[in-house]
């Protein structure tokens, strides 16, 4: 059997179903690279599990994962997914993998940032596409997220601007916000420069920063990290007077 446990943003949002299919595994991994804690460790999981957690990196997880599907077909083996199992595709994957190959599967949902927005006092039913904002490389300059944010505009939506992240570095804010600004004036647009924009930073934990403002004063200050940015589309009063308060 395998187990897909979601996390949540700090070990103790771990639901007690999920803690206890955990504790009755032979084996736990977890996947470490899509996702990371606002606060705690994964020594903290080990405590409340009670046994050794193994850390898979992107290569294990999207291109070797199916030694562990294989162990799955005999032992109980659990796979913990920071916050809720499908925030990423690669767990879609695993799931359809699973299937192929006869494995049984239980899946625990766990407390995701798509549950903490609503902090924000935006509408949850004005939301467009969610995007990745991702690192520029020499080679690899990728700006399709920039074209969402736009469209979803367009269409009075707002935007969940998920930050990237890169081995052990996680984009800040303020790269996040350089870079689209670097790409929107390679586009001659200006969504970026006259939306209200919300900084959600290291949610669910006792740090736990939620601010709006408009472009240029938001890449004045600094967040911690984890963090994401909500692009805003059009607003209505409670939206409008809920960005006020969080100034």
């Keep these: 059997m395998l187990y897909l446990v979601g996390t949540g943003l700090k070990p103790e949002h771990v639901s007690i179903e999920g803690l206890n299919f955990l504790k009755n595994c032979d084996e736990v991994f977890v996947e ?3 996702s990371r804690f606002a606060e705690g460790n994964f020594e903290e999981m080990e405590k409340l599990v009670g ?3 193994i850390p898979l990196n992107r290569k294990q997880v999207e291109e070797e994962f199916d030694e562990i599907l ?3 077909k005999t032992t109980e083996i659990g796979l913990l997914v920071q916050g809720n199992v499908f925030f990423a595709t690669t767990h879609s994957q695993i799931v359809s993998d699973a299937k192929k190959e006869n494995v ?3 899946i625990v949902p766990g407390m995701s940032l798509f549950d903490f927005i609503g902090k924000t006092g935006l509408s949850l039913y004005k939301f467009g596409e969610t995007v ?4 520029h490389e020499k080679n690899f300059k990728p700006d399709s997220f920039y074209d969402k944010i736009v469209k979803n505009n367009e269409n009075g939506l707002h935007t969940l601007c998920l ?7 996680l984009m800040t804010i303020t790269e996040a916000l350089k870079l ?3 790409i929107e004036q390679k586009k001659k647009n200006n969504i970026i420069q006259k939306s209200p924009i919300v900084v959600l930073s290291v949610l669910g934990s006792d740090n736990e920063k939620i601010s709006a403002g408009s472009f240029e004063e938001l890449k004045k200050l600094k967040f911690e990290s984890p963090a994401s940015i909500i692009v805003c589309g059009e607003l209505n009063e409670n939206e409008k007077q809920a960005l006020k308060e969080l100034k």
């Design 104 to 106: 049984k599967i239980k």
């Design 32 to 34: 470490n690279y899509t």
């Design 163 to 169: 930050l990237d992240i890169k081995e052990e570095k």
């Design 180 to 182: 689209l600004e670097k």
């Design 51 to 53: 046994k050794k957690i």
């Design 132 to 135: 990745s904002i991702v690192f």
């Design 70 to 72: 294989q162990k799955a």
